[in-house]
């Protein structure tokens, strides 16, 4: 006969309700945790998904996603003439924020090596890839766009063709792809007013030294376009992606590539990976803490729970120590009681967090292996958590029914 | 009867104060006893004179200061407990009280099913001993039923079941009729009584009740700690008897 199931029958609604309100604490630990496995996830998607084995950015920076890299896509060309190196894409990357239909539209802009990468590595939800050169854009569906949706952006407006699904940058916002020409456009894009301003400011200065007197010609060019002056002419890109030829080892290439080049460094995928997640290593510790914290605070309330479960039942405990019955008849009494609360608040947390996770702004990402741990940890505290109980039980004295 | 060689309980000189100082109460001064096999005990006496006290040094639930007590042949406290008392308790000894004290999330079987299981029995075989007896107490229709569902002698009747389940060699009741009428009250003094005679157990219990005296072998009588035999109580139980 298990007392502690007839028990909890007797006392169906308020167990009932203490496990309800266990399993919202445990959701919330395990939350946390999806939270945390989310930035991961998050962080190192882009890089798992492009796939590429060697990442050049500008020298000495950890870009182009811990900091900012500028190298000048030109250098695409270089990579190439490197032996081993299969492809060299340019990488671009930057976020905007603007209104869209009354509603603010954060987006990443990646820009995709046109013509040789379409977005057919991406995980597409609906639509299809980009299938011309200029004004077609793949966003995220988190962005909340629709495929038909045309995003005016600089001076020209980009059709959304596909959704894809789960692409977030590192920070969480929705990812958009463009051919890299448009990415470079949308990036650099400067109002007529401030081009205006700019260049009179040019000639401004050009008048103010000897140089503009001497060659008048020069007022003409610095009036013009930026890309008329060499100094400025280079179009820049965050980062090269290199696709290392299978029998070459990356290492090899990216040590290469470094001593043929003082102005760039290379990191290799691992390496982007590391730098990603170091990037997040902070929120890691902030959500642990939390966590522990959590699990102490459930812990606490299921203690006083089963506390007071076992204040109401002192009387039936002495009339179970008169009738002679073994310490561990009280004991699985109480412990099987507290099991009960958290597998059963775990199962529920589950449940309740597979239902309302999605809903979630960012993505919460439940892993088996720590809802293992997850499970090992509230057995633990639920143990500890009924000795509380317990100690009360076992200092019962069997003469109280007498009084 | 066979005799007084057959002894369920034989104890000599029960000492049991309670507190220190000031306020402490002698319960039992040097109190002797002797009952035997199939013999059941009246025990009379004013509020504190410690009757109670006395049931509860006998169950070994709150062992005496000093003295010694011997059930059924084995010594089970000589200045010092000589068994695990709770075991012995389980294995020999059934209570009852005024109160039934069932569990109350248990039903009327499964609270005279604990008793056996605590007792190693097997689940199917206590629960058919469990049937047998709420059955031979008149409340086997109401075997399914929470406490909280039966009436105070219902439960009362159940509780005798649960400590009759084990087949001890010796109960203690304290006041069991208390919470009955008259009838009702009669009937579970003679439960004892039949009882007490077919299994040659020991029956010691507390009671006010003058009118279910015949009922009794014996009686004795308590008063302010100290124990002995009431002859006008004897005698009247004989006149009853002869009625
Ligand atoms: N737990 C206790 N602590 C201190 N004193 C106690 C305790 N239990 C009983 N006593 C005292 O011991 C004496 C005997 O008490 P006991 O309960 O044995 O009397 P009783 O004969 O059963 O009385 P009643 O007929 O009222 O039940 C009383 O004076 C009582 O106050
Ligand atoms: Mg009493």
């Not at chain 1, 730098?275 to 309330?301: D, K, P, T």
């Not at chain 2, 006893?33 to 009757?51: F, I, T, W």
């Not at chain 2, 084995?74 to 020999?92: N, P, W």
Request: hydrophobic letters at 45%; aromatic letters at 6%.
């Amino acid at each position: 006969m298990n007392l502690a199931i007839k028990d909890i029958r007797h006392n169906l609604g308020r167990f009932v309700l203490t496990t309800l309100g266990i399993s919202l604490l445990l959701m919330v630990v395990m939350g946390m945790g999806g939270i945390y496995r989310g930035l991961v996830e998050e962080a190192t998607l882009l890089v798992d998904c492009l796939g590429a084995d060697l990442w050049v950015v500008q020298k000495d920076t950890r870009g182009p996603f811990a900091e900012l890299s500028h190298i000048p896509r030109k250098l695409e060309y270089r990579v190439m003439a490197v032996p081993g190196v299969k492809s060299a894409d340019s990488f671009i990357s930057n976020t905007i924020q603007r209104e869209y239909r009354g509603n603010p539209l954060r987006l990443t802009i990646q820009g995709l090596s046109w013509p040789n990468d379409r977005g057919q590595t991406l995980p597409i939800y609906s639509g299809r890839i980009i299938g011309q050169a200029h004004y077609e854009m793949l966003a995220d569906k988190s962005s909340k766009l629709k495929i038909g949706d045309k995003i005016p952006l600089g001076k020209n407006s980009y059709t959304v063709v596909g959704l894809t699904y789960h692409m977030n940058s590192p920070a969480g916002d929705s990812m958009a792809f463009l051919t890299i020409a448009d990415a470079q456009d949308v990036q650099f894009d400067i109002s007529g007013e401030a081009i205006r301003t700019e260049r009179a400011a040019r000639i401004n200065r050009l008048q103010s030294i000897d140089l503009g007197h001497i060659q008048p010609q020069m007022a003409d060019r610095a009036g013009g376009m930026a890309s008329g002056i060499p100094a400025l002419g280079t179009s820049m890109v965050s980062a090269i992606l290199v696709h290392v030829e299978p029998g070459y080892d990356p290492a090899a290439v990216a040590s290469k590539i470094v001593s043929c080049w003082p102005d760039v460094s290379v990191y290799s995928r691992e390496g982007q990976r590391e730098l990603l997640l170091r990037g997040i290593e902070r929120n890691r510790r902030q959500l642990g803490l939390f966590r522990i914290l959590l699990i102490l605070v459930s812990g606490i309330i299921m203690a006083l729970i089963l506390y007071t479960l076992t204040l109401d039942k002192l009387h039936d405990i002495a009339m179970l120590k008169l009738m002679g019955a073994r310490n561990t008849v009280i004991l699985a009494l109480i412990m099987q009681q507290a099991q009960l609360l958290g597998i059963l608040g775990l199962i529920t947390a589950r449940l309740l967090g597979e239902w309302i996770f999605p809903y979630f702004p960012r993505r919460v990402v439940l892993l088996q292996g720590d809802l293992i741990q997850l499970v090992l940890i509230v057995l633990v505290v639920s143990v500890l958590a009924s000795l509380l109980g317990i100690a009360k039980a076992l200092r019962v004295d069997p003469g109280e029914v007498l009084s | 009867m066979n005799g007084i060689s057959n002894s369920i309980v034989e104890a000599s000189g029960l000492t049991k104060r309670y507190g220190s100082g000031n306020t402490e109460v002698m319960a039992l001064r040097e109190v002797s006893l002797n009952v035997v096999q199939g013999e059941v005990v009246a025990l009379l006496g004013p509020s504190g004179a410690g009757k109670t006290t006395l049931l509860t040094v006998l169950g070994l639930i709150r062992p005496p200061d000093a003295g010694k007590i011997v059930i059924d042949g084995t010594v089970v406290f000589d200045g010092c407990l000589m068994v695990d008392a709770r075991k012995y308790r389980r294995i020999h000894l059934g209570f009852v009280f005024q109160k039934a004290n069932l569990i109350p999330f248990l039903t009327a079987a499964e609270n005279v099913q604990l008793a056996m299981e605590i007792n190693d029995a097997s689940p199917h075989a206590a629960r058919r001993r469990a049937m047998e007896l709420l059955d031979y107490l008149g409340v086997s229709d109401r075997a399914d039923y929470l406490p909280a569902k039966l009436s105070g002698g219902q439960q009362q009747r159940v509780a005798v079941a649960r400590a009759l389940a084990n087949r001890p060699s010796l109960i203690l009741a304290d006041e069991p009729t208390a919470a009955l009428d008259s009838v009702r009250g009669r009937q579970v003094m003679e439960l004892f009584r039949n009882v007490a005679h077919e299994q040659r157990t020991g029956v010691i219990v507390v009671t006010h009740d003058h009118r279910a005296l015949d009922v009794f072998d014996r009686a004795l009588e308590m008063e302010d700690g100290m124990l002995r035999t009431s002859q006008s109580l004897n005698e009247e139980i004989r006149h009853k008897k002869n009625k």
